[in-house]
């Protein structure tokens, strides 16, 4: 079951997609935060793919309302108000209107930089129970009001973090620094991988890096969240 969802963000909607398992039941909940694309048939894709394997998958785009009209870009948005954006999709899944979401402890994956409001979330909210990146800047936030470096050594959940080795817009000495504050995760290189490994459109586009990727990212959410609930038909 998957689909385009106008999420509940302040007073009116945002763009959103839902991907949860084929079956009766409550299931761990990943939220997917967008890359600087915003919603795009990359995150939808990780979506429908982390549904096949019994979680559920909502993904927010921070530009777009929910008629696909644009707001703000990522220079425009606030750090705050990023993580506010994604504290109220959290609320929605909490809320009386879901009836699928297992516990109201979700994991968070960002992409690009989707991951830098998921990792300052991460360190900031108790219920984020583990974090996921995909090839997000570690430097260059130096104007922002937040730099994502600062929370490394303060991350209380599980981190699998996945770059490659030949990323042009992020340097494998930042993640190798990445590992050494933030001890207990998993930052992983791919041999040969571009910026956007993940993104079929991307230039960067790697098959083989984008299928491991997502068989880690599976398995990691599948050991770091609450087990489904399933409910047996008939």
Request: proline residues 5%.
């Amino acid at each position: 079951m998957y689909g385009s969802w106008p999420l509940p963000i302040g007073s009116g909607h945002r763009t959103g997609y839902i991907a949860r398992p084929d079956a009766a039941g409550r299931f761990p909940v990943v939220l997917v935060i967008s890359s600087i694309n915003g919603l795009t048939s990359t995150e939808k894709d990780i979506c429908r793919r982390l549904a096949r394997s019994g979680l559920a998958a909502v993904a927010i785009d921070f530009y777009r309302d929910a008629t696909e009209d644009p707001i703000v870009s990522y220079g425009e948005l606030p750090d705050a108000r990023a993580v506010t954006d994604i504290d109220e999709v959290r609320a929605f899944v909490a809320s009386e209107d879901v009836d699928w979401a297992v516990s109201a402890d979700v994991g968070l994956f960002g992409l690009d930089v989707g991951g830098r409001f998921a990792l300052i979330t991460a360190a900031t909210r108790p219920w984020v129970k583990c974090l996921a990146l995909a090839y997000t800047p570690l430097t260059g936030d130096e104007e922002r009001s937040h730099q994502v470096a600062d929370f490394l050594s303060n991350l209380p959940v599980p981190v699998l973090a996945m770059y490659g080795t030949d990323d042009e817009l992020i340097s494998a000495s930042t993640v190798d620094e990445a590992q050494r504050r933030n001890d207990h995760g998993q930052w992983l290189l791919y041999d040969g991988a571009r910026h956007g490994f993940l993104d079929v459109e991307s230039d960067g586009f790697d098959q083989a890096s984008a299928d491991d990727a997502v068989a880690r990212l599976i398995a990691f959410f599948q050991a770091s969240l609450d087990p489904a609930e399933e409910i047996a038909l008939g």
